[in-house]
């Protein structure tokens, strides 16, 4: 039977209840179960396609088009949890869809109310991910903190869930704060008004993760089961960890929380397997190779706006066992000027421009793809920054100096990026926006087939623009090379600078399907590029001119 088990957080928000699902979830595959992983977001947004990055961090994409949290990268990066609309559910389509079944009559008039009928619509959703055959356990991410009226309906669903299934089959994990004040005390008041919180509503927690700057001595973790009701052995400490969130997975282990979930649970269990995560830890603090990536977009101020490119950096660093050292650089001060291309990019081993929507910074995104191209720098061009490398040849090899993307400029004479519906029939895309899932075909003797190495790959989208059919061929003959289209020919999917060490563009976002143990082929590939030439323009020449600033 699937079991389930719910991590809630208290005291406060931004704990990482994400990343402890998700290693949880990591370390239950690590002993060969099969794990499904759901976040529920109390907010009433439909979903995250539409909210500012500046507010939310970035948009995640799934195979099926959801446009989903950034919790769900998480869990794609440390679980083999398949990921899909049904995986991220909100306030918003909960009452979304019981209204709409009050309107078609479905409750035969009778009064629909918070419970049973929300609630009983969250279970429905979170067991029909757990029903797929073979699985064995579902985690259930639940966001907010614990007494947000927000949250409410969905711990009473997790109450009645416990009740309806029983303690062997339902586990309650519980992520709480200790604060250290002044004098370096740890301070378990807070914790203890969380429990407190979370048990008036009728949940018990079974564990607790405890976040803390240190690891909790055993007085502290005695005293908190005291006032929580939770064993001792069951409050486990989720101290800052040095080297890499990646370690996290790793430091749970060594205090025996997967252990404990699984007694727990009554699973018979057989030794873990960690020893990916331990090569990913092991390479971030052994090896004395550093690339120094920049990444030049516009929400670089947010830390979480690019969270899987950044990540999938790191990923193609660990593949190249080397570390990455990532420059946000904000592309609206290249356009401004404010600036100068030689001092920015001084020491930079590679450049990497992500997606983005709006015109607001794309000229410097356009001044930085030139500067990598006519420098011979490592380029990685990602969706918009596709785009940009089409802008910026256009402009400067094709001598069309207003060539622009309609997005940006609607009226411009060289459209060389177009609405989809400008360049193709789009009935079969059946709508402007391509999200999700698609095929795309590499050509022959191009750089991104070299490394795939394979003709059909599938990758997800995210955007309404497309490189102009008009102006392909041009493109293409005066050296930006098509190195991957859509299965059926008629939409450019990749390019590549002809003649340059290492400079390419996809339509496509690679960086939601990267993890730390299996990095994405095209990071791999680039990190790998940046690596070869920051040995080549030698790093000792360079590492003083940095420090006499
Ligand atoms: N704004 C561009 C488009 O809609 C690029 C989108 C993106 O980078 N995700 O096509």
């Known amino acids: 039977m699937n079991k389930y088990i719910f991590v809630t957080g208290g005291v406060c928000s931004s704990l990482g209840k994400g990343i402890a699902a998700a290693s949880l979830g990591s370390l239950l595959e690590s002993r060969g179960f099969a794990v499904r992983m759901i976040k529920v977001d109390p907010y009433i947004n439909v979903d995250a396609g539409t909210m500012s990055p500046y507010q939310h961090g970035e948009v995640y994409v799934t195979d099926d088009g959801a446009e989903t949290d950034l919790d769900l990268g998480n869990y794609a990066r440390f679980t083999c949890s398949p990921l899909s609309r049904d995986n991220s559910i909100t306030t918003g389509q909960i009452y979304q869809e019981v209204i709409r079944q009050e309107r078609e009559g479905r409750y035969l008039g009778r009064t629909v109310q918070v419970i049973p009928h929300i609630t009983d619509r969250i279970k429905q959703r979170i067991r029909s991910v757990g029903d797929d055959h073979g699985v064995d356990m579902t985690i259930v991410e639940v966001g907010g903190t614990v007494g947000d009226i927000e949250s409410f309906p969905f711990l009473e669903a997790v109450r009645q869930m416990i009740h309806e299934l029983g303690k062997t089959n339902v586990l309650a994990v519980h992520l709480t704060l200790i604060p250290e004040v002044a004098n370096g005390e740890l301070k378990t008041k807070p914790t203890q008004h969380s429990v407190k919180e979370l048990r008036e509503i009728g949940i018990q927690p079974d564990v607790l993760l405890c976040r803390a700057p240190v690891s909790l001595p055993d007085d502290l973790r005695r005293k908190i089961a005291l006032f929580t009701n939770v064993d001792m052995e069951a409050v486990v400490s989720a101290y800052d960890v040095q080297s890499t969130l990646y370690e996290i997975p790793l430091m749970y282990h060594r205090q025996g929380l997967d252990t404990i979930v699984l ?28 690339v120094r990536i920049a990444v030049v977009g516009k929400y670089i101020d947010l830390s979480d706006s690019y969270k899987s490119v950044d990540e999938a950096l790191f990923h193609g660093g660990i593949a190249n066992d080397c570390k990455v050292e990532l420059v946000k650089i904000d592309s609206e001060r290249i356009e401004k000027g404010d600036d100068d291309l030689e001092r920015v990019f001084r020491g930079i081993d590679g450049i990497l421009i992500p997606g983005g929507f709006g015109g607001r910074g794309v000229n410097g995104m356009v001044a930085a793809a030139r500067y990598a191209r006519e420098h011979d720098i490592p380029y990685f061009g990602i969706c918009l920054g596709m785009q940009v490398m ?52 590499l050509l022959p003797d191009t750089l991104i087939r070299s490394v795939y190495g394979t003709e059909i790959v599938t990758e997800r989208h995210r955007h309404r623009y497309e490189v102009s059919n008009t102006y392909r061929q041009r493109l ?11 299965e059926d020919y008629s939409l450019v999917e990749s390019l590549e600078w002809d003649g340059h060490r290492w400079g390419l563009g ?36 360079v590492a003083p001119a940095l420090s006499e600033e």
């Open 263 to 290: 007694e727990r649970l009554g699973m018979e269990f057989p030794e873990a397997d960690l020893t990916g995560w331990q090569h990913v830890v092991d390479v971030v603090t052994g090896s004395d190779c550093t």
């Open 390 to 441: 089409v802008i910026e040849y256009a402009r400067s090899v094709l001598g069309f100096e207003d060539a622009d993307s309609t997005e940006f400029a609607p009226e411009c004479d060289h459209p060389v990026v177009g609405l989809l519906e400008e360049q193709i029939d789009v009935k079969n895309y059946g709508g402007t926006m391509r999200l999700g899932a698609s095929h795309s075909r």
């Open 476 to 486: 293409n003959e005066a050296g930006l090379i098509t190195g991957g289209v859509t």
């Open 506 to 541: 996809v339509q496509f976002h690679p960086e939601f399907r990267s993890k730390p143990v299996d990095a994405h082929p095209l990071f791999r590939a680039f990190v790998g590029a940046a690596r070869d030439s920051a040995h080549a323009s030698s790093r000792e020449a």
